[in-house]
């Protein structure tokens, strides 16, 4: 019998069911279109820096080092699920290839903990804050960014292996996530304060956003078992599914959120005063 260890139910899947070329192509290329996304993504809040005032550009900034992070993150991710199966022609599927790396999804998350933390602070450089303090938000986002992710990375190991663990470490994760959706909300009721209509309205929009695109990622974590325990998902659906989804989160909650935040501070910007190219 063949010994996967810790391994996620990707690697169970292709062990025993393997993948039709249909799910394994499917995952390739949204694999794929993740990191070509970020690389445009890249380029836009470059070119687009010099569009709002001095003091909101290092959110441009911001976006730029998650640009580079997801972008190379995620090619490296892609080359893991292409080593790790290998097309058997007698089968007509694939399966685990022998003497190769296992699929996980753990460079996903040592990129969220670069990005998380960036994507937390990287708004307070557009909104003023009215009553809370700037360095006790950020450390806090900082704080609870690092603590969900570290704990959701080694739960991840354990959804095969130990439910239970799985599900202790998964509940943890998700108690520094409802801080971080309250102090989200907090900062975003603050910054509509005193702002233009227009910006008000795209700050409303980045909040809906957020809610959105953050709450995706525990689904892929749970994927699995979303059909049951090891049941209606644990198969290339699921494995299918889970990429999909994430790739949907990483395009909303850095690319979109991003470019909604340069939208809003250039309506600030304007407001301002601030004429592009015209700079003190
Ligand atoms: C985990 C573990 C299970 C419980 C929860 C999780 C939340 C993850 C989130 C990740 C967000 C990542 C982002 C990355 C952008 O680069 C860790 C899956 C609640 C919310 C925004």
Do not use: C
């Amino acid at each position: 019998m063949k010994q996967l260890g810790n391994a996620t139910f990707e690697n169970y899947v292709g062990l025993e069911q393997g993948l039709s070329e249909m799910a394994y192509q499917m995952v390739a290329h949204v694999l794929t279109l993740g990191y070509a996304v970020m690389l445009a993504g890249l380029f836009y809040f470059i070119l687009t820096i010099k569009t709002v005032a001095p003091k909101y550009r290092t959110s441009s900034v911001l976006s730029v080092v998650v640009m580079v992070s997801a972008f190379l993150l995620l090619y490296v991710q892609a080359g893991n699920w292409t080593s790790s199966f290998v097309f058997d022609a007698e089968r007509g599927r694939y399966f685990l290839g022998e003497g190769q790396d296992l699929f996980n999804n753990g460079y996903r998350y040592l990129n969220w903990l670069i990005d998380v933390p960036m994507l937390l602070f990287q708004i307070l450089f557009v909104v003023s804050l009215t009553k809370s303090k700037f360095s006790s938000i950020r450390n806090q986002f900082w704080f609870s960014g690092a603590g969900m992710i570290i704990t959701g990375y080694i739960g991840q190991f354990y959804e095969v292996t130990n439910i239970y663990v799985f599900a202790a470490w998964g509940a943890i994760s998700t108690l520094f996530f409802i801080h971080i959706l309250i102090l989200m909300r907090k900062v975003i009721t603050e910054g509509k304060e005193g702002i233009p209509a227009k910006a008000q309205k795209v700050l409303g929009s980045i909040w809906v956003l957020f809610l959105f695109s953050w709450m995706l990622y525990p689904g892929a974590f749970l994927m699995p078992h979303l059909g049951g325990i090891e049941g209606a998902l644990f198969n290339e659906i699921g494995i299918v599914g889970r990429q999909i989804t994430y790739t949907i989160a990483d395009v909303s909650s850095k690319v979109i959120y991003g470019v909604l935040l340069t939208v809003v501070a250039r309506y600030m910007s304007l407001e301002e005063g601030y004429v592009e190219g015209k700079e003190a």
